[in-house]
């Protein structure tokens, strides 16, 4: 387990996945990533997401977070990844 993961770098690689088609939803591609980043790690990056839903960046919602479609998923992830990007600057 790599614990210099970044939640950044999580979200990354869990968008990678979705994009890939391995998983349709945010959790379960976070989740996927347990030998790549501690639980903890993980769950930072869970709840990155949800400060993205909450602070209603995008236009997508809480669903996005199960399966609702793959675009939502990206989208969601997109918007947290570029929030989190935007405030690293």
């Not at 088609?21 to 993980?42: D, F, M, Q, V, W």
């Not at 909450?54 to 989208?75: F, P, Y």
């Amino acid at each position: 387990m790599d614990h210099q993961a970044t939640v950044l770098g999580i979200l990354k690689k869990a968008r990678d996945l979705v994009d890939a088609g391995h998983y349709a939803g945010i959790i379960e591609a976070i989740s996927a990533l347990k030998t790549e980043a501690s639980g903890p790690k993980r769950d930072l990056a869970y709840y990155a997401v949800l400060e993205t839903v909450s602070a209603g960046c995008g236009d997508v919602g809480v669903s996005a977070l199960s399966a609702a479609s793959r675009d939502a998923t990206m989208a969601l992830l997109d918007a947290t990844i570029k929030r989190m990007t935007s405030k690293l600057h």
